[in-house]
C-alpha cells in the first residue's frame, strides 16, 4: 500500500519550484525532485519525523530518512559546500533521531550570503525508494513547520538485490573532485550508475553506499584524494566499474586501478529500463510511442576496380550528395545541411580516401573509412564540440555511399506521435521523417549544442540527447514520456504520471496558443510606454521562426554562424544572399547586423587565431577584424548590397573607445567607394566592456545608437568567464554591478536609442527592472518573446522603476533575485 509523508517546511522564506533553482543539478532533478525554499528564517528545522542519516561535515547539507523510507535532503544554497562549515552551527547528529520542527542547524545568513552563490534550499526526496511527490504549494511565503509537499511512497515489486558476495569486478579509484563527493559528483555518479544493470557498491573509510544513492555516497564522506572501492556484481560489471571509475578519478585524481575483471559482457544493449536521463537538447514535454530509427549499414564491396575509376566514381557520388543535401536544406535545419555539404570537399577527407583507393580498395570502402578515421580523430580531441560534427561526418559518408550504392533505405513508417529513438540522429534523417508525426526525440549519445538539437530546437519538437545506451534497448511501440524539462525519458510511465504530464501538455498548448495570439500585437506597458522587442538571431530560419513568435525585428544578427560552418570564409555574393534572405523573413521588420565577433570562445575553422594563454582578453570582436581588415571589407561591402526595411543597421562588438568606431567607418568608406553604393549606414556600438561603459557619453556621441551585451559585459564586470564549468551558479547577470552599469549607459546616451541585446533581455525576471531603469528597446531569443510581450503589457513604468532602485540598493545578485521574486508575476 502506498504511505504518502507530509512534509513541513523546514524553514521560513519564499517558496519556488525546483526549476528555478539557479544550479542545473537541482532543477534537473538529478538529486530528486521536491521544492526550493529561499530562506528568510535562520533556524532549519526537521521536516518530518525521522533519522538523521547525513549531517555533511560542511554542514551544508542534512538528511533526514523518514519513517516510511523516503530520504530528504535538505541542501543550504548552491555551492555551499566551499564555505567549509563557516556559517553553520549543527544542533544535530547523524543517527539522531528526531521529530518534525526539531531544530537541525542554525545559519549565519549573512555570512552565507557573503561567500555562497545563492541562499536558496532545495528540499529533495532522494533515495532509491520508489516515490512521487506532490507541491502542496509552489511558492509565497512559507512559515517554518507550514505543510508544503506531499511524498507518497509507491510499493511496488521490485527485483530482488542479487545476493552475491563475491563482486564480478572491482576497482580502486582515487577522488578527483576538488571538494570529494559532496552533492553534485554523487548525483552524476549515481545517475551514470544506472545505465548499468550491474548493482555497484562503493566503500571508503570502512563505509559502504550503493552507487545508485546520491545520499549513501555523500555520506561515505569521500574528500579530494581519498581512495574509492568500487565493487560491481552482475552482467554488466566490469563496464560498470570502468565507467563509474572514470566519473569519480578524471582529472588529477589519479589512475584508475584495476585489480578483478570477470564479468562476461552480455551482447548489445543494457535490458528493459524504466527511466533514463540525458541533457535537454529542445525543452517541451511529449507522450508518444516509441520508435527505434536504427540506420541500416550500407554494404560495400573491399576491393576496388582500377583506381582512377573509383576515383571518377567518388568524385560523382559526392555531387550527387551535394544535390540531395541541397535540396534536403531547404526541409528542416538548412543551416546545418549547407554546412555538412562543406565537408564534401574537405582536403583531408579526400586525401584519406584517396590514399585507400591508391592501395587497390573500393570508392564506397575508402569513403567510409576515410571518414571513420576522420570521425575517429575527432572524438579523440575530447572536445565535445568537435565530437558532435563527428555525427556530421557520418552523416556526409552516408550520403556518399547512398549514391555510390544507389540504394536508399526506406524512411521508417512513424506511428502517430512517434517519440523517435536512435543512436544519434543524424540531421539528414530528420529531413527525411515525416515530421508532423515526430511528437519527441530522445537520443543515447550527442549532446546539446550538437546539430541535431539544434534543428530540434528550431522546429520547436522537445529532444533529450546523451540519455545513455538504455534508449535502444527501449521496444518499439512502448509508451514513452518524454520529459524534455526534466531531461528524463520514462518508458511505460505509470498511469499517474501519464496524467499529469497530459496536463502540463495541455496547459502549456493552451497557454502557448493564448501567448502566441497575442504576440503579434505592438508592445507597450500597461501605462503605455512604448516597448520594442526584437529578436536575437543567427539564421534565415530563426529569423522566419522569430516573425512567427511576434519579433518586431532582429536587434542582433550573429554572423559568426554563416563563417563558423565554413573551412573558407564566405564571399561577399554569399554573405549578402543571406543577409538579404534574413532581410526579407524579417520584413517590413527591421534588421540590425553585427560585424563578426570571433576568437575568445567562439573560434572559427576558417580563420585560425594564434593560441592565447588569455583568449578572453585576447584577439576577439572587432580587433580579429581590425587584424584581418579584409573580412571587415568583405562584410561591409555584403551589407552595402542587401535592402533592408528601414535602413542599414550595422553593430560593432566588443568596442572599447569612439577610435574603434571611426576606424570601422573609414573601412565603411572604403567598401562604400569599391560598391559604389555609400548610401547611409547607421553604426552602433556594442556595450560589453567596462571601458565602454565608463566611455558611454562619448561612445554615444560617436555611434548612431548602444546595445548592452549583458553576457560579456557580465563577465567582464565580474571577472567571471561565462562558459566556467564550475563557476557556472556565480556567474549571475543580475548583480547589481552589471544593473549600475546599465544605468549608467543609459543615463549617459542622452536621447541614444539604448536596448539590451545579451541573455538578461530574455530573462523574465530581469525585463521589468530593465524598464525601471530606462531601457527601451530589448532583443531577446524568439522562443521568450511571447511571454516577454505579456509579461511587459501588465508592468507599469511606475512600479518597475521602484523595482529598479531596490534591485540597485542590493549589494549581491541574490539580494536582486529576492527582490524580484517577491514582485514577480506570471502573465496570463
Ligand atoms: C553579449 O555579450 O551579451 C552579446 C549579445 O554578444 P554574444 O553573446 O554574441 O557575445
Ligand atoms: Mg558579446
Known sequence: MNTTLTLTAPIAGWLMPLDDVPDPAFAGRMLGDGAA??????????????????????????????????????????????????????????????????????????????????????????????????????????????????????????????????????????????????????????????????????????????????????????????????????????????????????????????SVGRAAEPAGGNGPVRELVGAVASRGIAVGIAQQLAAPELAVDEQGREPGRERAALAAAREVARGRLQALAGTAGGDVLAAQAELL?????????????????????????????????????????????????????????????????????????????????????????????????????????????????????????????????????????????????????????????????????????????????????????????????????????????????????????????????????????????????????PLVIRLLDVGGDKPIPCLPLPREDNPLLGLRGLRVGFRHPEILRGQLAAILRTEIPGGRRVLLPMVNEPGDIRRVRELLAEAGAAADRAGRVLLGAMIETPASVALADSLAREADFLSIGSNDLAQYTLALDRTHPELGAAFDHLHPALLRQIAAVVAAAGERSVSVCGALASDRAAVPVLIGLGVRTLSAVPNAIPELKALIRTLTVAECEVLAAAALAEDDAHGVRRVLAAASRNPA
Open 37 to 258: 525554499i529561499d530562506p528568510t528564517g535562520s533556524l532549519l528545522c526537521a521536516p518530518c519525523d525521522g533519522v538523521v542519516t547525513l549531517l555533511a561535515d560542511t554542514r551544508h547539507a542534512v538528511t533526514v530518512k523518514s519513517e516510511s523510507g523516503i530520504e530528504i535532503l535538505l541542501h543550504v544554497g548552491i555551492d555551499t559546500v566551499r564555505l567549509r562549515g563557516e556559517g553553520f552551527v549543527a544542533h544535530t547528529h547523524a543517527g539522531a533521531r528526531v521529530r518534525r520542527g526539531d531544530p537541525l542547524l542554525e545559519l549565519d545568513l549573512d555570512r552565507l550570503a557573503r561567500g555562497a552563490a545563492s541562499l536558496v534550499t532545495p528540499v529533495v526526496a532522494a533515495g532509491d525508494t520508489p516515490h512521487r511527490v506532490s507541491a502542496l504549494r509552489s511558492d509565497g511565503l512559507v512559515h517554518a513547520g507550514e505543510a508544503f509537499l506531499e511524498i507518497v511512497r509507491i510499493d511496488e515489486a521490485r527485483g530482488s538485490d542479487p545476493a552475491a558476495t563475491t563482486p564480478d569486478a572491482v576497482v580502486t579509484v582515487v577522488v578527483a573532485q576538488e571538494h570529494g563527493l559532496h552533492a553534485r559528483p554523487a548525483a552524476r555518479i549515481a545517475r551514470r550508475s544506472r545505465e548499468y544493470r550491474a548493482r555497484v557498491v562503493v566503500s571508503a573509510h570502512g563505509r559502504r553506499a550503493q552507487a545508485g544513492s546520491t545520499i549513501e555516497l555523500m555520506a561515505l564522506g569521500a574528500a579530494r584524494g581519498d581512495t574509492l572501492t568500487l565493487e560491481a556484481f552482475g552482467p554488466d560489471a566490469a563496464t560498470a566499474v570502468r565507467g563509474l571509475a572514470g566519473e569519480i578519478g578524471t582529472g588529477e585524481g589519479g589512475p584508475v586501478r584495476e
Open 345 to 589: 570537399d574537405d582536403p583531408g577527407l579526400l586525401a584519406l580516401a584517396d590514399t585507400a583507393i591508391g592501395e587497390g580498395k573500393s570508392a564506397g570502402f575508402a569513403w567510409r573509412w576515410a571518414t571513420r578515421e576522420a570521425g575517429a580523430r575527432l572524438l579523440g580531441t575530447g572536445s565535445t564540440l568537435l565530437a558532435e560534427r563527428a555525427a556530421d561526418l557520418e552523416d556526409v559518408a552516408r550520403q556518399v555511399l547512398i549514391a555510390l550504392t544507389g540504394r536508399e533505405p526506406a524512411a521508417p513508417a512513424l506511428p502517430d506521435a512517434a517519440i523517435v529513438l536512435a543512436a544519434e540522429l543524424l540531421p539528414s534523417e530528420l529531413g527525411r521523417l515525416d515530421l508532423g508525426k515526430v511528437a519527441g526525440l530522445c537520443t543515447a549519445g550527442g549532446g546539446p549544442t550538437s546539430h541535431v538539437a539544434l534543428v530540434a530546437a528550431s522546429l520547436g519538437i522537445p529532444a533529450v540527447v546523451g540519455a545513455g545506451p538504455g534508449v535502444l534497448g527501449i521496444p518499439d511501440g512502448a509508451r514513452v514520456l518524454l520529459d524534455a524539462e526534466a531531461g528524463r525519458l520514462h518508458v511505460e510511465p505509470g498511469g499517474d504520471a501519464l496524467v499529469r504530464a497530459e496536463r502540463s501538455i495541455a496547459e502549456r498548448r493552451t497557454r502557448q496558443a493564448r501567448l502566441l495570439a497575442a504576440a503579434a500585437r505592438e508592445c507597450e506597458t500597461a501605462d503605455g510606454c512604448r516597448i520594442e522587442m526584437f529578436a536575437n538571431l543567427a539564421s534565415v530560419a530563426e529569423a522566419e521562426h522569430a516573425v512567427r513568435s511576434g519579433a518586431e525585428g532582429c536587434g542582433l544578427l550573429r554572423t559568426e554562424l554563416l563563417f563558423q560552418q565554413r573551412r573558407r570564409a564566405p564571399t561577399v555574393d554569399e554573405q549578402a544572399r543571406e543577409y538579404q534572405a534574413i532581410a526579407d523573413a524579417l520584413a517590413p521588420r
